[in-house]
């Protein structure tokens, strides 16, 4: 076996691990332990970051690591946040808990909905293998992004005590849309930037380090309230700045 064919386990392996924590995320979900699988999307994407520097590090960036990371991906920030999605909806409308196979039919379609997401997840990554344009801006809101977005709503829910969070966003009439106009997001023709500085200097990264700026204004003051908020953020500042990257 070559030294590169040897190297090239290593970010493999990153990206395994990434598909694994998307796994035992999804797995927590369904049992109902829905911080801990918000948890396990946060690790995946530890390791989703790690394996590309790792790969750049040892120069052995492949065709096979490339689709084996959007495979994880979409596991990871495809079904694992769509999982979430769906426990939080069939809780709202599934109060008491009745088997899945006794509710209503418009009541099971509702509830599925979510896994649109992950469908629209594997179209994003599918279209982002193959979109040149894609190297220093994102066309469309990037998996993780949105998969954060998801994570993020058990620990609101859970630490965020002041109520407001609960009651006007974790309801149906909220979470429905959200889950259908985050999919749109995904594959819409959108520049959104990229957080990847090629150098330090303010006046070429300027939109970047408001961005930054504003991030950790937000999660000084909101905690983990700040994450929808910084989704929202991020949209809204590519668009205005969408010359200047």
Known sequence: MSEKK???????????????????????????NLTISGLFILIAAVFDFFD????????????????LDSLADDI???VAPS?????????????????FSE???????????????????ALRLAKFNLDERQTDKFIGVPTPANAM??????????????GFFASYIITPEVLLPLCVVMSLLLVCELPLISLKFKTWGFAENKIRYIFLAICVVLIATMQFAAIPAILAVYVVISIIGRNKF
Not at 6 to 27: D, K, Q, R, Y
Not at 90 to 99: A, E, S, Y
């Open 6 to 32: 040897f190297l090239s386990f290593v970010p493999n392996s990153i990206t395994m691990m990434n598909a694994l924590s998307g796994c035992v995320s999804i797995v927590f979900a369904f049992t109902g």
């Open 52 to 67: 590309g520097m790792a790969a750049r590090l040892l120069h052995v960036s492949s065709a096979i690591g490339k689709e």
């Open 76 to 78: 990871s920030f495809g």
């Open 83 to 99: 999982a979430i999605a769906f426990m939080l909806i069939n809780q709202l409308l599934n109060p008491n808990n009745t088997p």
């Open 103 to 121: 509710l209503p039919a418009g009541t099971v379609l509702l509830c599925l909905v979510p896994f649109v997401m992950a469908a629209f997840s």
């Open 149 to 162: 977005l998801w994570a993020s709503m058990p620990f609101i829910i859970k630490y965020n005590t002041d």
